[in-house]
C-alpha cells in the first residue's frame, strides 16, 4: 500500500523517534506543512500525538522513522488507531548536510517521503526485537570464535 493522489482534507504525518521524545508533523495533500509538535514518549503523549494529526484532517498513514525501535510505541498506538504505518528510512548524509539537522525538520522530511511514495515499506513489528537478539548473540559468538581460534593458532 501507497499513499499517493490523496484527496483534499487527507492529509500525511511524519514521525522523528528519540528515546524521550517524538517529534510529529502533519502535511496536506498538497505538500503543505499544516504544524509540528513535540510530545514525550508515554501513552499519554502517543494519544496526544494522534489527537494532534487527527485534529487537522483524515490521516492517510503515518511515516515513522525507527518504527522497531525508539518509535514502536507510537507504531503501535497508530496501528491500533487503524492508521496505516510506513517506515521511513533517514535520508542520506548528502541530504543531511545540504538540508540540515533538527526534529522538525526530519519529521516533516518523514512526512514528505510518505506523500512522494518513497516510503513503502511496512512497519516493522515488535516481534523483530526477538530476531535481533537471536541475530546479535550469533553475530559475538562467531567474533568469540575467531578471535579464540586466531589466539590458538598463534600459540602453537
Known amino acids: 500500500m501507497t499513499v499517493t493522489n490523496l484527496e483534499p482534507g487527507t492529509l500525511v504525518g511524519g514521525v522523528d523517534t528519540h528515546a524521550d521524545t517524538i517529534h510529529v508533523a502533519a502535511v496536506d495533500s498538497w505538500g503543505r506543512q499544516l504544524g509540528d509538535q513535540e510530545f514525550p514518549t508515554t501513552p499519554s503523549g ?3 500525538a494522534l489527537a494532534f494529526l487527527t485534529g487537522r484532517g483524515e490521516v492517510v498513514g503515518i511515516g515513522i522513522e525507527g518504527t522497531s525501535s525508539y518509535g514502536v510505541g507510537i507504531t503501535r498506538a497508530a496501528g491500533e488507531a487503524g ?6 528510512v533517514r535520508p542520506e548524509r548528502a541530504v543531511r548536510r545540504r538540508e540540515g539537522k533538527s526534529d522538525p ?4 522530511q518523514a512526512a514528505q517521503a510518505m506523500l512522494s511514495g518513497r516510503a513503502t515499506a511496512a512497519a516493522k513489528s515488535a516481534d523483530i526485537t526477538a530476531l535481533r537478539a537471536l541475530h546479535n548473540a550469533r553475530r559475538s559468538a562467531v567474533k568469540a570464535r575467531a578471535a579464540a581460534q586466531s589466539r590458538f593458532a598463534t600459540n602453537w
Open 46 to 48: 502517543y494519544r496526544q
Open 105 to 108: 525538520l526530519d519529521a516533516y
Open 83 to 88: 492508521i496505516a504505518v510506513f517506515e521511513v
